[in-house]
């Protein structure tokens, strides 16, 4: 039986791994399918969609998750957290390969941890993401996946296909999206920093760094079932401190700290002694609430709180002066659903979902064009691409209703911008001689042509505008005749109503009019 806790464990911790790789390697359709089975089941993502936009399967998740871990303790972490899992693959390689042969107790860094956490809420609670964005476990490792393991997919997908055209077997290359500098060093900062700790040190990232595994780590300490140790049976041979790879287990006390286990149950098997079980247990009462770790946990906290303080008050200070969202010179345009700027920032995790899931690859990183509190979010980039007209993936599989997902009806009458048409640029003004460019891509017929000595000038009609950019995007001047000026609040467009054609009357006499 011990030994099928940890069987049933790591087979279904594959399964859920091998998910997320399809649903961030995987084509827009296949995304869309899987984000409505495994979303609801992250923590982070399911907590925001739940306040930002209260919808009945992310509640579930939460209420679910929350209860598991009320149960069960941190099991989330090796059970459905990928970020987690793949530090479980770091740890097995490292073993295997004699870089960490085992593992060893290690002190908790408390102060660390409860200072994270108390920042990350305080920021998020005062409308920056700032933190949850660069620490959420979920959106780091869809970062990973996107900015390092799909180029690497993709780099050798494109390689095959190159072989398999000698024999005359052709597939489709793979696109690569466009990825700025700054977002690609911090991703890989990243990626290099949780692999290093990893294979030093086990799951330290989750104990240290992640705040989502520092606030299930305080509900683990009051979870009805938990690992005991019984000391009567424990010989010290410290076999259970080897394969911990939380580094939780202190043999020499024969204590486990709960707020560290993240449930792998390797311990529960390694003991030959029986002295580890996994049963219904209450916390234990009588530790004295003036212990050296209860004061240090007092120091963090209030380190945590006074931070909070801080930075609650800089910011509620900037939202009574009116600086926060007053400047929109250079504002990001944001997808269809996202409802605008500001609501796109305040709930964007960055996670990237929408930038591996674009058709069109419009969709691309920023590092801080929504400022330090939206650091990472997307935006749409019309000098890459253009926003389809037919499409609207990115709001089926946003995971915490930063885009919305609306119907494609709806969509297509979304101005998240308006086309401004400059005339001291484009060639049909300053040189006197046909393009049509722009008035062959709009589908909105936002731009319309005047004929002129048989010279059609552009022309826009902006209340049809939606802002999709293909107009932009084919613009051959260099700066660019047309741009689109983002919207701060998405408006509704007017829909284009075609003209009936007048009807032709037969000359008088004739029967037909040829």
Known sequence: ????????????????????????????????????????????????HSIAAPAIFFILGLCFLLGLSFLFGRVYCSFLCPLGIL????IYFSRKLKLRPRHYFQKPNKIVRYSILGLTLATAISGSLALVNLLDPYSSFGRIINHIGERLFAEGFNAAAVFLAHFDFYIFPRDINFLPAAVFSATLFAFLLILLMAVSAGRLYCNTVCPVGTLLGLIAKIAVFRFTV?????????????????????????????????GCFNCLYACPQAAIDYQHSSPNKTENKWSPRRRRFIVAASAAAA???????????????????????????TPPGSLGWKHFSETCTACHLCVSACPTKVITPAFLQYGPSGIMQPLLNYEKSYCDYECNICGIICPTGAIGPVP????????????????????VYTKNQNCGACLEVCPTHTLYSVNRDNILYPETHSQYCIGCGACEKVCPTAPKSIIVRPNAIHKKADKYEAQPLPASRPEPGREFPF
């Open 408 to 427: 494609l009806a709806e969509k297509k009458l979304i101005q998240i911008g308006e086309a401004e048409l400059l005339k001291n640029r484009c060639i």
């Open 87 to 90: 530090q479980d693959f770091f």
């Open 1 to 48: 039986m011990r030994c099928n806790f940890s069987s049933i464990r790591k087979a279904f911790s594959l399964t859920v791994f091998c998910l997320f790789l399809l649903l961030f390697l995987g084509n827009e359709n296949m995304a869309g399918q899987l984000s409505k089975l495994i979303m609801p089941w992250q923590f982070v993502p399911a907590l925001v």
């Open 307 to 333: 931070g909070a303080a801080a930075i609650m008050i800089s910011i509620g200070i900037r939202r009574i002066a009116g600086n926060l969202y007053a400047d929109t010179t250079g504002m990001p345009v």
């Open 230 to 262: 019984a000391p009567d049976h424990c010989n010290n041979c410290r076999k259970c401190e080897s394969v911990c790879k939380a580094g939780c287990i202190n043999s020499a006390e024969m204590s486990l700290d709960q707020s560290r286990c993240v």
